[in-house]
């Protein structure tokens, strides 16, 4: 029996339930939350800074293959700008040629299919134009499907990469090392890295000229090879770069040059011996006067001149690093940060924080100059690996057991 609130007479005098009608789902509603649910799904992630990068990074691509592209504009026979038609040909030529053979036959067929239907009319050339579209659209489709399946492999580089970065936290023979990185690209050339030896740890910064994959695949081999070097040779800061420098400059083809410092800390001293291949100066922090010294030594970067030649240029240091001192290694990627001004954000700014906060914990010194770059560049994208690290040498715990009293007979 039902209820006399839910029952409701019509015209035919047919007995419907409004129970019922409560029972059915609201399919505006529905479709209002799937609405929803796509939007969140193709919004996620997406701020106004962030649409504002994306369209300077895909407009500056654009411009670049444009004027790759088109090359001299100027007709050398005329002496005036060449015309519409030839521009776009360009374009085109330039654009087929980054597909294989077979695309490139499809895109060609498809463009002159569209064409052809706004000059010719008849059934052949109505049953054309989808034709061409469908192709044009497959090819769109094949062009994503490479890209997704390249961006999982430079994800996985970048993981690799990543993973062969040290701890951005350490502390080996009592010295405290706090390390940052941060690649412009999905992978980078910056290289830092911390290696423990039963002589002391040597601690290696260095930036490969270019960015990219290119740049990071040259990091992993560099890295490897002084790896290698340290392990067989135990050498100097100074050896260990002339070592490198024969590698890299036995590839007579090979273009790429490399700025480094690397630095020794022995064990039981309060000394590292350090030397700078074209790298940006360290920043060392002294405690007992509260004030920073740039530790600038001469040397070219690896890769740029015969090894012979470079070891008369090179010059090893050895520096005192007291408890209350610190050292700032980094890459050029922090001093030329920039803001949407296009100022850069300098080595004043950098020896500044040094000077302020030189005294802190390594940790506390990292997190300080990441929130000043940050704060500095606001929303606008990074066109250079950003690597730093900060030492400290902890101090020496004095015993404090209490001394036995001597026995006097």
């Given at each position: 029996?039902?209820?006399?609130?839910c029952?409701?007479?019509?015209?035919?005098?047919?007995?419907?339930?409004?129970?019922?009608?409560?029972s059915?789902?609201?399919?505006?509603?529905s479709?209002?939350?799937?609405?929803?649910?796509?939007?969140?799904?193709?919004?996620?992630?997406?701020?106004?800074?962030?649409?504002?990068?994306d369209?300077?990074?895909?407009?500056?691509?654009?411009?670049a293959?444009?004027?790759?592209?088109?090359?001299?504009v100027?007709?050398?026979?005329?002496?005036?700008?060449?015309?519409?038609?030839?521009?776009?040909?360009r374009l085109?030529?330039?654009?087929?040629?980054?597909?294989?053979?077979?695309?490139?036959?499809?895109?060609g067929?498809?463009?002159?299919g569209?064409?052809?239907?706004?000059v010719?009319?008849?059934?052949?050339?109505?049953v054309l134009?989808?034709?061409?579209?469908?192709?044009?659209?497959?090819?769109?489709?094949?062009?994503?499907?490479?890209?997704?399946d390249v961006?999982e492999?430079?994800?996985?580089?970048?993981?690799?990469?990543i993973?062969l970065?040290?701890?951005p936290?350490?502390?080996?023979?009592?010295?405290?090392?706090?390390?940052?990185a941060?690649?412009?690209?999905?992978?980078?050339?910056?290289?830092?890295?911390?290696i423990?030896?039963?002589?002391?740890?040597y601690?290696?910064?260095?930036?490969v000229?270019?960015?990219?994959?290119?740049?990071?695949?040259?990091?992993?081999?560099?890295?490897?090879?002084?790896?290698?070097?340290?392990?067989?040779l135990?050498?100097?800061?100074?050896?260990?770069?002339?070592?490198l420098?024969?590698?890299?400059?036995?590839?007579?083809?090979?273009?790429?040059?490399?700025?480094?410092?690397?630095?020794f800390?022995?064990?039981?001293?309060?000394?590292?011996?350090?030397?700078r291949?074209?790298h940006?100066?360290?920043?060392?922090?002294?405690?007992?006067?509260?004030?920073?010294?740039?530790?600038?030594?001469?040397?070219?970067?690896?890769?740029?001149?015969r090894?012979?030649?470079?070891?008369n240029?090179l010059?090893?240091?050895?520096?005192?690093?007291?408890?209350?001192?610190?050292?700032?290694f980094?890459?050029?990627?922090?001093?030329?940060?920039?803001?949407?001004?296009?100022?850069?954000?300098?080595?004043?700014?950098?020896?500044?924080?040094m000077?302020?906060?030189?005294?802190?914990?390594?940790?506390?010194?990292v997190?300080?100059?990441?929130?000043?770059?940050?704060?500095?560049?606001?929303?606008?994208?990074?066109?250079?690996?950003?690597?730093?690290?900060?030492?400290?040498?902890?101090?020496?715990?004095?015993?404090t057991?209490?001394?036995?009293?001597?026995?006097?007979?």
């Amino acid at each position: 029996m039902q209820h006399a609130d839910c029952i409701e007479s019509t015209p035919n005098n047919s007995v419907i339930s409004a129970c019922d009608f409560m029972s059915l789902p609201n399919e505006s509603k529905s479709a209002l939350s799937q609405t929803k649910s796509l939007y969140r799904t193709y919004t996620t992630g997406m701020s106004r800074a962030q649409f504002e990068r994306d369209f300077q990074t895909d407009s500056k691509r654009l411009k670049a293959l444009y004027r790759e592209a088109l090359g001299d504009v100027i007709n050398p026979e005329t002496g005036q700008e060449i015309g519409f038609f030839e521009k776009s040909g360009r374009l085109t030529s330039a654009l087929t040629k980054r597909m294989n053979p077979t695309r490139r036959l499809v895109f060609g067929a498809s463009i002159a299919g569209f064409a052809s239907t706004f000059v010719f009319s008849g059934l052949f050339f109505t049953v054309l134009l989808p034709l061409s579209f469908t192709a044009m659209a497959t090819l769109l489709l094949l062009e994503l499907l490479e890209k997704f399946d390249v961006k999982e492999e430079i994800d996985l580089a970048k993981d690799i990469q990543i993973s062969l970065l040290p701890s951005p936290a350490l502390t080996i023979n009592g010295l405290k090392i706090n390390s940052f990185a941060n690649t412009a690209s999905d992978v980078g050339g910056d290289y830092v890295d911390v290696i423990e030896t039963e002589a002391g740890v040597y601690y290696i910064i260095a930036d490969v000229s270019g960015k990219g994959l290119s740049a990071s695949l040259y990091m992993v081999r560099f890295q490897a090879l002084v790896h290698l070097l340290i392990r067989k040779l135990n050498p100097s800061p100074k050896q260990l770069f002339l070592e490198l420098n024969d590698y890299i400059k036995s590839y007579r083809t090979d273009k790429t040059f490399i700025t480094a410092c690397a630095a020794f800390f022995p064990k039981d001293k309060n000394t590292f011996t350090y030397v700078r291949a074209g790298h940006n100066p360290p920043v060392l922090y002294h405690g007992d006067t509260d004030s920073t010294e740039l530790l600038q030594t001469p040397g070219f970067a690896l890769g740029m001149t015969r090894t012979n030649r470079l070891e008369n240029f090179l010059q090893e240091s050895e520096i005192e690093l007291k408890p209350e001192d610190s050292v700032l290694f980094y890459t050029d990627g922090v001093n030329e940060a920039r803001n949407l001004s296009g100022e850069e954000f300098g080595l004043e700014r950098l020896r500044a924080l040094m000077d302020i906060y030189g005294s802190l914990e390594p940790s506390t010194i990292v997190g300080k100059i990441q929130s000043s770059v940050e704060n500095f560049i606001g929303d606008m994208p990074t066109v250079d690996d950003i690597t730093y690290s900060c030492i400290k040498r902890n101090p020496v715990k004095k015993s404090t057991a209490p001394q036995e009293a001597e026995i006097v007979e």
